[in-house]
């Protein structure tokens, strides 16, 4: 036995999904997802950009709420001190790395822009779920282990329910993946499969 489960990790089973789903899109812009872009050459990243393409079309017949967000600045000014040196290009207001990815975007979504790792720091996204009446989040971006967990903790800490559909997550190593989701995953979120998540949102499945 894992020093994690005999300290008691993940023994609690599964949260489950609640009444109101919210799928919430982190940073699935070109900047990460262009391969012309230095952070866009993750065939990982892109294959979670594929992956979420599909979640998203079940999710918006299905009348679920989506978030979408890109990370950016004014100028570095706004910028906190970065130890990434591809965000300090490209990643800035009206450059092209700030546009979402097509695949994913839609103009019925709700889209904003954040400038920290968490989708919920600094932006209008708590109001937004507050209005839908949503009781369950679920996170899918770039990368898995930077951003896209400072949103699964932030989601936890403000009483969210927080699902992670694992094939739509993406980072620049598996390895970082993996290893943030299985981490994630014994404290704060139900890391699931693409069909599990799909049919919560097709049947409407309450597990609260």
Known sequence: MSGFSAAGYGDQGNIGFGRQPAVLVVDFQRAFTDSTYPMGRSGHVDQAVENTARL?????????PVATCSVGWNSPRDMAHWKVSSVYKDMFYGDAGMELDPRIADPSDFHFIKGAPSIFFGTPLQTFLTRQG??????TGCTTSGCVRASIVDAFSYGYRVMVPEP?????????????????????????????????ISGKRNDA
């Open 56 to 64: 998203l079309k079940v999710a918006r017949a299905h009348n679920v």
């Open 134 to 139: 949503v009781d369950t989040v679920i996170v």
């Open 168 to 200: 739509c997550c993406g980072d620049q190593e598996i390895s970082a993946h993996q290893a943030n989701l299985a981490d994630v995953g014994r404290r704060y979120a139900d890391v699931l499969g693409l069909e599990e998540v799909i049919q919560a």
